[in-house]
């Protein structure tokens, strides 16, 4: 008999969920308790968006689930190959991702999520796929055989659908996640950091040619970062030319800012002099004043499932983290492709889930540390001398050991055949060495005076050479 | 103008914030989820009980907040002046708590929380304190002036109340917090910890007469405990001669056995033959596997409080903590004392809170991290000589060197003037300082031979002799 499921969250995860069950026979019924985005009428935009970054985890996830679906749904993207820095002065420097030319992709989530919706209504296998917009999930009642789900709706009161069991892909306030812990004792932590963001905006420049697809405002083959230590600005391309523009920056400042016109002039032309002649300060003013602030948590659980193989949660429900990685939705992706391997091995849910939590926990752990601690990374070391000294070290061992040394974005972005845990375990190795390697060459230039310095200096530099060509 | 306050739960900590508002002027009213304690209808108990143990900490809040209640709720506590510990073959030993002789006391809850609610209905000043039970809340409306309170009712449906601001001491599971986290973005985590506990009962001896308030089966000055690393069984003394006694293991253990009548009685007479002789088998049986099965949950989270003093959360809904250090209510009635004394110096409440949020959060955090790592001191370590031996020497040391050297337990359960965190600030250089005397004690005994030996074990005799005098 074919079993049912609920999905809770037609969001990117939820989505990419759905496809992968359906395939595999399930019954399948996705829901949202928003109107469906791609009506005309619910287009407003929540202006509260970051671009996302897909990286080799999301799309060998999306290939695993269809192939053919991967490529339609990613038909948008746009590859950036390195971090371009602007410094206050608008001097521009490019540090590339990849040691062998790999890029993350810029794409824009409404479009990828409109893009997979699309894919789920021309699904044809052995049962369609329901999709219900407007169901806001308010309770469930878990049952030996039955998940009974009770959904507020817009338009016909409340309502009820039994499934064999359902997934949560939520989000980070994840209803499903609730109702799980009436059921199961779950570890949970949510975590806010300091940093608010907002949404901002570079339009196409006024040369662009869509024929040409060219030329654009700055490199669209970048993901340009202004880092000012305490806050900093990205922008990532769009297909149509423009960049979406995130401010990330404390609380504190954004309220000390935001009631002065006067004053959020005046700080983002001091501090974005170059990013305000691509926005117009008239607009970009407006936009950091009026546009949501956006706030930022973290969410850690553990399990991820209840007992008997009757609720899973998955993405954002089981693992929100902050946007510094650019992991957040691989991850989700990831876990959608770690759950079906298990269920293609095993046919019993109830072992699968437990599996599926007992086995993907350190996986989770790990990033979200990572995207927590990649803030500091991307708001203040990329100026840090020292820091690119010892990437510059990093990546120059990386060519030169090919595949024996790995460095940490290459493993997290680049090769999702590492887990996530094990490429944390692997660099914090590497990263003694580099430190002592750092060291070692500091002291012997001060040590061996001028003579030492050139040459370390000729070395370091011809190592460098090697790993530009071939970038 | 008199402002108004609602608390949400009529628990330990709700009534003692009732009373400490209302004799500040404060309008207040207390809402409960349950009905009356008190009522005859209502009095059947929960069967998940742990005795309490009140100390310094909670008497001087109690007292702070009125002398005379104090007095009277605390009219029924038995002194407990140390651990008693029960081996396997039903050997017992003394372990004593305080240098002095001061004593932690065994109350039940429910006696010390219908005693409280006793005071309440008395309390007769400018305004009564209004006592509403089964009162559920269901929603808080955040406003500038007035925080509007939903509650589902057993009797009248829903209602609502205004209040100026609303003071949640609602447990582990709190509403209040709930409510709150849509307001404020709220650290917030629960850990659930391997351990299940179970209520058991001995029932006073035979011989016991309530004129003479003995014989007591077992020493009624002692907290008693049957550690046996993995699992352990406690026991707290009423005043009816009775003891609360509390089973603790993991959840697997307890999984294993309840299913089998068999199983369950061969384990406690193995383990705990003379507690079974006390309790009768087929009772200890009965009840191990009929009575609830309570699970252990820590709660942190940060801040306190929702902004413009709207709210403020006490008790276990800030900082539930497992039951190991008999500091949970005891740190609940502090928060309240912590909180007068700063609206007593200050009278703009948003300040209040925030103040309160910033000044108790270290300590906070450091009782909850307390009691979970006593679990390990009664299950395991009472029983290790290395153990047994610092202890001692802390024991002497806090002797000897009278009010300079403090046991963390000293500091812990009978110096409120202490703060947590700096009790185990404290605690920590102590700590090191007993290894290394306890390193040089066992180098020179080895080094030396039977000579040093017998000199060294001459003077820890004397000392300990020192001790077990003057307790």
């Not at 799980?180 to 570890?187: A, D, H, I, S, T």
């Not at 940490?408 to 660099?427: C, G, N, P, Q, W």
Request: proline share 3%.
């Amino acid at each position: 008999m074919t079993e049912s499921v609920g999905i809770i969250g037609a969001g990117l995860v939820g989505c990419l969920a759905a496809l992968a069950f359906a395939k595999r026979g399930y019954r399948v019924t996705l829901f949202d308790y928003r109107a469906d985005p791609r009506d005309e009428a619910t287009t407003d935009r929540n202006l509260r968006s970051i671009n996302l970054a897909i990286s080799s985890r999301g799309i060998s996830s999306l290939e695993f689930v269809d192939d053919e679906v991967a490529k339609r749904a990613l038909r948008d993207i746009i590859p950036m190959k390195g971090r371009m820095i602007h410094d206050s002065s608008g001097r521009q420097e490019s540090q590339i991702y990849g040691l062998f030319g790999e890029a993350i992709n810029s794409i824009d989530r409404g479009l990828l999520n409109n893009n997979l919706l699309d894919e789920l209504d021309k699904y044809d296998g052995t049962n369609d796929i329901n999709l219900m917009f407007d169901h806001k999930l308010v309770k469930i009642d878990f049952g030996e055989k039955q998940q009974e789900c009770l959904f507020a709706t817009t338009n016909y009161g409340m309502k009820t659908y039994d499934f064999d069991f359902v997934v949560g892909c939520d989000g980070a306030y994840s209803a499903t996640r609730y109702q799980m812990q009436k059921q199961v004792r779950l570890n949970y932590a949510q975590e806010y950091i300091d940093c608010c963001y907002i949404e901002l905006y570079i339009p196409p420049s006024p040369e662009y040619n869509s024929e040409f697809n060219g030329p654009f405002a700055i490199a669209p083959d970048h993901l340009h970062i202004w880092p000012r230590d305490e806050f900093m600005l990205i922008a990532l391309p769009n297909a149509d030319g423009s960049f979406t523009s995130t401010f990330f920056g404390s609380w504190a400042l954004v309220e000390s800012l935001v009631p002065s016109k006067n004053k959020v002039e005046e700080f983002l032309l001091a501090n974005f002099p170059d990013a305000m002649e691509l926005m117009g300060i008239e607009n970009a003013v407006r936009s950091f004043m009026d546009h949501p602030k956006g706030a930022l948590m973290c969410v850690e659980c553990n399990p991820y499932h209840a007992s008997g193989g009757r609720a899973i949660i998955l993405g954002d429900a089981a693992h929100s983290m902050v946007p510094f990685y650019g992991q957040g939705m691989n991850c989700g992706f990831e876990d959608v492709k770690v759950l079906m391997k298990l269920l293609d091995k095993n046919k019993n849910r109830t072992e699968v889930f437990e599996q599926y939590s007992k086995q993907r926990h350190e996986d989770l752990v790990a990033i979200v540390t990572l995207a927590k601690n990649n803030y500091k990374e991307m708001s203040h070391d990329v100026t840090s001398k020292m820091f690119l000294m010892r990437k510059k070290l990093d990546g120059v061992l990386g060519k030169v050991l090919k595949g024996k040394w790995l460095p940490l974005y290459t493993m997290v972005s680049f090769r999702d055949d590492i887990a996530y845990h094990k490429a944390i375990e692997i660099s914090r190795k590497q990263t003694a060495i580099l430190k002592l390697l750092q060291a070692i060459i500091i002291v012997a230039i001060s040590a061996s005076g001028y003579k030492a310095f050139g040459y370390f200096s000729r070395l370091f530099k011809r190592l460098s050479a090697l790993q530009k060509h071939s970038t």
